[in-house]
C-alpha cells in the first residue's frame, strides 16, 4: 500500500515536498516512480528512482527543478519540487516497480500505485 502526501497550494516559484510511505518489509526491492496528471491529460512520468537510490531518473520538464530520494529505513520516497510554475498543476501520484530491472518511464511497467495529492501552482 502507498500512501502519499504532501501536496497544496503554491505559488509559482515556490516549493513543495511530497512523500510517499510504503507499508511492507520489501520496500528497498521496488523501484520508485512519481507521475502526474493534469486535467484533461494523459498521467505522465515525473521521476523515479532505483532501489538502494543511486539511479534516478527525470522528465525533461522537471530536470534541474525536481529531485526524488528515498529512505529504505522509513519506506519512504520522496519529490522535492523547487521553482514550481503553474504548468506542474496536477495530481501527484507514487508508483512502485516489483521487477526493478530499471528505472521504468511508463505507467504500464509499475504495479502499484498510491491515491494522489494534489499540486496547485498559482500564478
Known amino acids: 500500500q502507498l500512501q502519499a502526501s504532501g501536496g497544496g497550494l503554491v505559488q509559482a516559484g515556490g516549493s513543495l515536498r511530497l512523500s510517499c510511505a510504503a507499508s511492507?518489509?520489501?520496500?528497498?526491492?521496488?523501484?520508485m516512480g512519481w507521475f502526474c496528471q493534469a486535467p484533461g491529460k494523459e498521467r505522465e512520468f515525473v521521476a523515479g528512482?532505483?532501489?538502494?537510490?543511486?539511479?534516478?531518473a527525470y522528465a525533461d520538464s522537471v530536470k534541474g527543478r525536481f529531485t526524488i530520494s528515498r529512505d529504505n529505513t522509513e519506506n519512504t520516497v520522496y519529490l522535492q519540487m523547487n521553482s514550481l510554475k503553474p504548468e506542474d498543476t496536477a495530481v501527484y501520484y507514487c508508483?512502485?516497480?516489483?521487477?526493478?530491472?530499471?528505472?521504468?518511464?511508463?505507467?504500464?511497467?509499475?504495479?502499484?500505485w498510491g491515491q494522489g495529492t494534489e499540486v496547485t501552482v498559482s500564478s
Open positions: 508508483a512502485a516497480d516489483l521487477a526493478g530491472g530499471v528505472v521504468p518511464t511508463t505507467q504500464n511497467e509499475y504495479d502499484y
Open positions: 511492507g518489509r520489501t520496500f528497498s526491492s521496488y523501484v
Open positions: 528512482i532505483w532501489r538502494s537510490g543511486g539511479v534516478t
